[in-house]
């Protein structure tokens, strides 16, 4: 769920960089930070799908190689919503400065 809400802040930095009008290196962030994101978002299904089939696991052996696999997946996909959240911070910092001064 954390890595989902991440994803979703993410998108609205996003959404925000956009609207401002950023700099190339803003621009750049933004796509990074939507990349980053998808990733996060392929990486927590992929630790879903895990965890169900180390739960459905006929043996103890079966479970414990598919919930590592799980937890491996599940830490990849925080490392990469870390990732896009750093991007779109950066993104929305670099379109800050690009903003005309009121």
């Known amino acids: 769920m954390r890595i989902i809400t991440l994803a ?5 930095s996003l959404a925000a960089a956009a609207c401002s009008k ?6 750049d962030e933004s796509a990074t930070a939507s990349t980053e994101a998808a990733a996060a978002s392929t990486a927590a ?4 799908t895990d965890a169900a089939a180390a739960a459905a696991a006929p ?4 479970a414990a190689d598919t919930a590592a696999a799980a ?4 830490k ?3 490392e990469h919503a870390a990732k896009a959240g750093d991007a779109a911070s950066d993104a929305a910092k670099a379109a800050a400065k690009d903003a005309p001064k009121k």
């Open 22 to 27: 950023p700099a190339e290196k803003a621009a």
């Open 8 to 12: 979703a802040v993410a998108a609205l």
């Open 59 to 62: 043996t103890a052996a079966g």
């Open 45 to 48: 299904q992929t630790a879903q």
């Open 71 to 74: 937890g491996d997946a599940t």
């Open 76 to 78: 990849e996909a925080g």
